[in-house]
């Protein structure tokens, strides 16, 4: 209740103001609001990137030559490169360490370090450096400004589960003259609405049941675990993408464009497609800013010249790619957490699928041709978006686990075969009753259908909003009402529950 009269009342004062301190006042407010979130470490943490990204950009266009430039732009990305890993990383190598001495028989005696990790800190490093990157490469102009400029590098409804935003796509609305507009209002909050939903009713109904079969999986062996994994990948998917429906939403009813993270990544047909639609702005800042870099490094090139002459230029060109995709996966891995169980279940796991497919994928052709496999219907679509599904949820396994090894002990868990738990009632004791299954279930499948229709408009330039907004007044009221009053009286918390609690604000 505090955050939102925290932005009602910032609201009335933002469009009250003279138009010109609109900036002004979202800056001095994204500051407080990381203060009040995230504390004094968090204050310090974002006004440290913000002012170093800002001059060192400003340094980096006034230089007088290349070298110049390298070396403003080295000092502040190491700077901030080290506060991200010494906050995130550096138990990574006691880990690393110790696992290699266990396999080799090694003492190896290394303490634990203890830091507090400011909120969202993964997300706005990566957007300041973007930015950074972006002026070095001349490809946007380096704002003058530092107020100006801290507004996009603390602007507060991105900042602890994203998205990781752009300058240069979100500049022009950001700092264009904001005026109140009712239906801007509107689809602002429906869509903070649909968060809620998503978050409240699906996700901690979830939470409940992954909790109870991932925190004793001795116990809760086979099905449980299939069950409960399918029950993770829902909770995660509903989790983050609404608390990118509350961004987004809060975001609209200011006036300012930010960038979408998902496009129903559960339909997908492959895997490729799959990361293209989960998490959008993770994956195309890991591309723009790691991947395409890799491959055009002088290393890189001269990787490719020398397998091109071994083994022909159409094998040989695709072994830096490989190479590029393995240092990419491992990068998104260990962004997600200094940990083995990030690094392979939400990195090169993911690597080794893609790659596989598209080394085998000449032999799947061949399997296809021999069998007379129709790849133009629905039951082969369904097909390749259950496979993505199966691939994905394997790397959640390692996701919520609570470690690598553990994650391996849940994998070989889930085969014992115990399929009369979905027919004897098992199921209710996992935390949830027969009602909180029905509630659980009716939501999943407005879920399912809200996201099939917003396919199918996303493709045609539009959306489910703007559908509704079409209908007769007692039709769209009745689903508005239907949302706001679902929330309230089926949203799954109790005294003390904190909505502000997504599982990617600590990331």
Same mark, same amino acid.
């Given at each position: ?10 609201? &009335? ?8 301190? $609109?900036?002004?006042?979202?800056? *001095? ?13 968090? @204050?310090?943490? !974002?006004?440290? *990137? ?6 060192? *950009? ?5 230089? &007088? ?15 901030? &490169? ?19 001495? %266990?396999?080799?028989?090694? %003492? ?8 507090? @990790? ?24 380096? $704002? ?24 240069? %796509?979100?500049?022009? #609305? ?11 209002? *509107?689809?602002?909050?429906?869509? !903070? ?19 109870? +079969? ?58 490729? %497609?799959?990361? /293209? /639609? ?147 009632? #098992? ?46 007044? +007692? ?6 009402? &239907? ?19 997504? !599982?990617? $604000?600590?990331?």
């Amino acid at each position: 209740m505090s955050i939102v009269l925290f932005f009602v009342l910032f609201l &009335m004062i933002y469009y009250s103001v003279p138009k010109r301190f $609109q900036v002004y006042l979202l800056t *001095a407010v994204s500051i407080v609001f990381c203060g009040l979130a995230g504390g004094g470490l968090m @204050v310090s943490s !974002i006004l440290t *990137a913000t002012v170093s990204t800002w001059y060192g *950009a400003v340094r980096i266009e006034n230089a &007088m030559s290349n070298k110049q430039k390298k070396r403003w732009f080295y000092a502040v990305l190491l700077l901030n &490169m080290g506060v991200l890993i010494i906050c995130k990383y550096l138990n990574f190598f006691v880990y690393t360490s110790r696992f290699v001495g %266990e396999v080799l028989h090694w %003492e190896i005696y290394l303490q634990e370090f203890s830091f507090l @990790v400011p909120l969202g800190l993964s997300f706005y490093t990566l957007q300041v450096l973007g930015y950074l990157i972006d002026v070095s490469r001349g490809t946007c102009l380096a $704002q003058r400004n530092l107020i100006h400029y801290a507004a996009f590098s603390c602007y507060f409804p991105q900042l602890f589960t994203g998205p990781i935003n752009r300058y240069g %796509e979100m500049k022009n #609305s950001l700092y264009a003259e904001k005026y109140f507009d009712y239906k801007r209002t *509107a689809f602002g909050l429906q869509r !903070i609405g649909w968060g809620l939903f998503k978050k409240l009713v699906i996700a901690e109904r979830m939470a409940v049941i992954v909790d109870t +079969v991932y925190g004793d999986y001795y116990t809760y062996q086979g099905c449980y675990i299939i069950f409960a994994t399918m029950c993770f990948a829902c909770q995660l998917y509903t989790d983050f993408s609404g608390a990118i429906d509350l961004a987004a939403g809060v975001s609209e009813i200011l006036g300012i464009q930010i960038s979408e993270n998902f496009a129903e990544p559960f339909f997908s047909h492959s895997l490729s %497609e799959f990361w /293209r /639609r989960w998490h959008i702005t993770l994956g195309s800042w890991m591309k723009d800013y790691v991947f395409y870099p890799i491959l055009k490094s002088d290393l890189f090139v001269k990787i490719g010249d020398w397998s091109k002459g071994r083994l022909g230029k159409k094998k040989g060109k695709k072994v830096p790619t490989y190479l590029g995709m393995v240092i990419l996966w491992f990068t998104v891995g260990l962004w997600h957490g200094g940990s083995w169980k990030y690094i392979v279940g939400s990195g090169l796991l993911h690597c080794f699928y893609i790659v596989g497919g598209q080394v085998l994928k000449p032999l799947f052709q061949k399997m296809i041709f021999w069998m007379h496999v129709n790849t133009e219907c629905f039951s082969y679509h369904l097909f390749q978006s259950l496979r993505t599904g199966f691939l994905v949820c394997t790397g959640f396994v390692f996701f919520r686990a609570e470690s690598f090894r553990e994650a391996l002990g849940i994998l070989r868990a889930s085969f014992y075969p115990n399929i009369w738990i979905f027919t004897d009632g #098992s199921l209710l004791k996992l935390g949830l009753d027969a009602p909180d299954f029905i509630i659980g279930g009716v939501a999943f499948g407005i879920l399912f259908l809200v996201s099939v229709q917003q396919k199918k408009f996303r493709a045609e330039g539009s959306g489910v909003r703007e559908m509704l907004a079409k209908q007769n007044l +007692v039709f769209r009221w009745g689903i508005y009402y &239907m949302l706001i009053f679902s929330v309230i009286i089926l949203g799954f918390y109790g005294p003390g529950y904190d909505v502000s609690g997504f !599982i990617y $604000q600590n990331f």
